[in-house]
């Protein structure tokens, strides 16, 4: 019985077996030639290009290591604008040989950029990774200060000159100013029709003082990579001491002693002052006091005279050495309140003139005693 079942359900199956071959399509049950694809590399990176500028060629193979033609190739395009791609492959790639994908970075603006191109073929689809960084022109500027020194009043210096070297990938253009804020000071440049990646230019300064003095001024110019400014300085003849005065305390109680401190600067760049000298004459009220401790440093060999009681303090012999403050001290009281001006006077040189010197106002407040209160 068990025999008989088996043989009908074999009988069965082998019927849908028969139907299964009849139905099932031709060329499916025999697999025919297949196209292949390898590509390499599927990422590139441009590295740093001068915007405005393209970069050299990137290749990309696209190999069939199938056996049927690769065909039917729709897209490659880069989305970035970019980045740009040709290829030789839309004809068609016979199996076991190559073709290839061409691509170029060419930067608008400066930063990081970064994008794909995807393509499709009969043997799928491929994604080439792509990126590159866009840089602009770059200064360097040397040297950023110049110094004409001495120039006679109505003679013109030296040239000197400042060079200005594009250290960027792309052009270095829109030189815009320049021209020194002081009119003694003059410049000209060959800057204007731009600077190349790696080349330089320059601009030539000149120093025409129309006057004894101290000048400083600048120049400042603007770029596609920047601004940038030179500072400019030059002297004609020699120009008196500057001076400043301060007292310790300010103010000060009446009958208490306050210090006065006068500090002579040389405000020249190249010369030397000497023989300076003031004749100090405090006002009514104010006196050396008791105790004078009068003393100067930074003054070369320079006397000073303030004799306690006094109401003159006298200076001589000085030299201003360039970089180097004078300092001079000295003890003053006042018996009565009251707001006192101190000045100088002239200050005297024998190779700067006379210079006008300075002046402080001494407060002098009243010596006040607060009794406790007593309560009945």
Same mark, same amino acid.
């Given at each position: 019985?068990?025999?008989?079942?088996?043989?009908?359900?074999?009988?069965?199956?082998?019927?849908?077996?028969?139907?299964?071959?009849?139905?099932?399509? #031709?060329?499916?049950?025999?697999?025919?030639?297949?196209?292949?694809?390898?590509?390499?590399?599927?990422?590139?990176?441009?590295?740093?290009?001068?915007?405005?500028?393209?970069?050299?060629?990137?290749?990309?193979?696209?190999?069939?290591?199938?056996?049927?033609?690769?065909?039917?190739?729709?897209?490659?395009?880069?989305?970035?604008?970019?980045?740009?791609?040709? %290829?030789?492959?839309?004809?068609?790639?016979?199996?076991?040989?190559?073709?290839?994908?061409? @691509?170029?970075?060419?930067?608008?603006?400066?930063?990081?950029?970064? $994008?794909?191109?995807?393509?499709?073929?009969?043997?799928?689809?491929?994604?080439?990774?792509?990126?590159?960084?866009?840089?602009?022109?770059?200064?360097?500027?040397?040297?950023?200060?110049?110094?004409?020194? !001495?120039?006679?009043?109505? +003679?013109?210096?030296?040239?000197?000159?400042?060079?200005?070297?594009?250290?960027?990938?792309? %052009?270095? &253009?829109?030189? =815009?100013?320049?021209?020194?804020?002081?009119?003694?000071?003059?410049?000209? %440049?060959?800057?204007?029709?731009?600077?190349?990646? /790696?080349?330089?230019?320059?601009? &030539?300064?000149?120093?025409?003082?129309? +006057?004894?003095?101290?000048?400083?001024?600048?120049?400042?110019?603007? $770029?596609?990579?920047?601004?940038?400014?030179?500072?400019?300085?030059? !002297?004609?003849?020699?120009?008196?001491?500057?001076?400043?005065?301060?007292?310790?305390?300010?103010?000060?109680?009446?009958?208490?002693?306050?210090?006065?401190?006068?500090?002579?600067?040389?405000?020249?760049?190249?010369?030397?002052?000497?023989?300076?000298? @003031?004749?100090?004459?405090?006002?009514?009220? *104010?006196? *050396?006091?008791?105790?004078?401790?009068?003393?100067? +440093?930074?003054?070369?060999?320079?006397?000073?005279?303030?004799?306690?009681? #006094?109401?003159?303090?006298?200076?001589?012999?000085?030299?201003?050495?360039?970089?180097?403050?004078?300092?001079? !001290? *000295?003890?003053?009281?006042?018996?009565? +309140?009251?707001?006192?001006?101190?000045? $100088?006077?002239?200050?005297?040189?024998?190779?700067?003139? =006379?210079?006008? /010197?300075?002046?402080?106002?001494?407060?002098?407040? !009243? @010596?006040?005693?607060?009794?406790?209160? *007593?309560?009945?």
């Amino acid at each position: 019985m068990k025999l008989l079942i088996l043989l009908r359900e074999l009988k069965v199956v082998w019927k849908w077996l028969v139907v299964i071959a009849l139905l099932w399509p #031709a060329g499916v049950m025999a697999a025919g030639p297949l196209p292949g694809l390898w590509v390499t590399p599927l990422e590139l990176d441009f590295g740093p290009v001068g915007v405005g500028t393209t970069s050299a060629p990137q290749v990309v193979t696209i190999l069939n290591p199938g056996s049927a033609t690769l065909t039917n190739f729709a897209g490659g395009a880069p989305i970035n604008p970019q980045f740009t791609g040709t %290829q030789n492959c839309a004809g068609g790639v016979a199996p076991g040989a190559s073709c290839t994908y061409t @691509f170029r970075f060419s930067p608008t603006a400066t930063g990081v950029f970064s $994008t794909t191109s995807s393509t499709s073929t009969n043997a799928g689809p491929f994604i080439i990774r792509l990126r590159g960084e866009g840089v602009g022109a770059r200064l360097h500027v040397t040297p950023l200060e110049l110094d004409f020194g !001495q120039v006679e009043v109505g +003679a013109t210096s030296a040239p000197q000159m400042v060079t200005i070297r594009n250290v960027g990938l792309a %052009q270095l &253009t829109n030189f =815009a100013g320049g021209a020194p804020i002081n009119p003694r000071f003059t410049a000209t %440049q060959n800057c204007v029709s731009g600077v190349a990646p /790696g080349a330089s230019c320059t601009y &030539t300064f000149y120093f025409s003082p129309t +006057a004894t003095g101290v000048f400083s001024t600048t120049s400042n110019t603007s $770029t596609n990579a920047g601004p940038f400014k030179i500072t400019l300085h030059g !002297q004609s003849g020699v120009v008196p001491p500057g001076a400043t005065m301060s007292f310790t305390p300010n103010p000060v109680i009446q009958g208490g002693i306050s210090r006065m401190e006068l500090t002579l600067s040389n405000l020249n760049r190249v010369s030397v002052i000497d023989d300076v000298s @003031f004749n100090m004459v405090l006002p009514p009220g *104010v006196q *050396v006091a008791a105790i004078p401790q009068a003393s100067v +440093a930074g003054c070369g060999a320079a006397t000073l005279s303030a004799s306690a009681g #006094a109401n003159t303090i006298s200076f001589a012999g000085g030299r201003l050495l360039l970089g180097v403050r004078c300092r001079v !001290q *000295v003890n003053l009281t006042a018996p009565n +309140a009251g707001e006192y001006t101190i000045s $100088t006077g002239l200050i005297n040189t024998s190779n700067s003139g =006379a210079g006008v /010197g300075t002046s402080a106002v001494l407060q002098v407040i !009243q @010596f006040k005693v607060f009794l406790p209160l *007593v309560q009945r």
